[in-house]
């Protein structure tokens, strides 16, 4: 894809999404929604340690960050799903970008190991960048964000 697909024509209309879903044991069931402006909604449902609908902001270089793992990962040339069941008691990820109008969405059975190694690693970098552990995990944050 070209570079001026993951070149934001404005920070403002991105939307993120990453979803995980539950498995036969004790996975995390959540959802996150970044949008351009930095403001992050998550949403716990199953096995987290903060359940419901909570807010956040991160900083616009925290979304470029965002920005820079898609490209990475060359989100917009993965398949639209990996979902073989090779393995099993996986769970999901549901991946979305929109950006300059265009909407990609990847399904990834993480027991589909055909699924490309890049496409979990931009999983895992939206977890990090954005934090989610603090509502996952609880694990507590000393520094507060600002946009």
């Not at 490309?116 to 507590?140: N, T, Y």
Request: hydrophobic share 35%; charged share 30%.
């Amino acid at each position: 894809m070209s570079e001026e697909l993951y070149t934001p024509k404005s920070l403002d209309d991105i939307i993120i999404t990453l979803e995980r879903t539950i498995c036969c044991g004790r996975c995390p069931v959540y959802k996150l929604t970044i949008f351009g402006d930095g403001s992050v909604v998550y949403n716990g449902l199953e096995f987290v340690a903060v359940a419901g609908r909570h807010a956040a902001n991160i900083s616009k270089d925290k979304i470029r960050q965002l920005i820079a793992a898609f490209k990475k990962a060359g989100f917009f040339s993965l398949n639209n799903n990996y979902v073989e069941f090779m393995g099993t008691e996986d769970p999901f990820a549901i991946t979305s970008l929109t950006i300059n109008g265009k909407k990609k969405r990847v399904r990834h059975y993480h027991g589909d190991y055909s699924a490309p190694r890049q496409l979990k690693i931009l999983e895992d970098e939206i977890d990090k960048i954005v934090c989610s552990d603090r509502w996952v995990q609880g694990i507590k944050r000393t520094e507060v964000d600002k946009s």
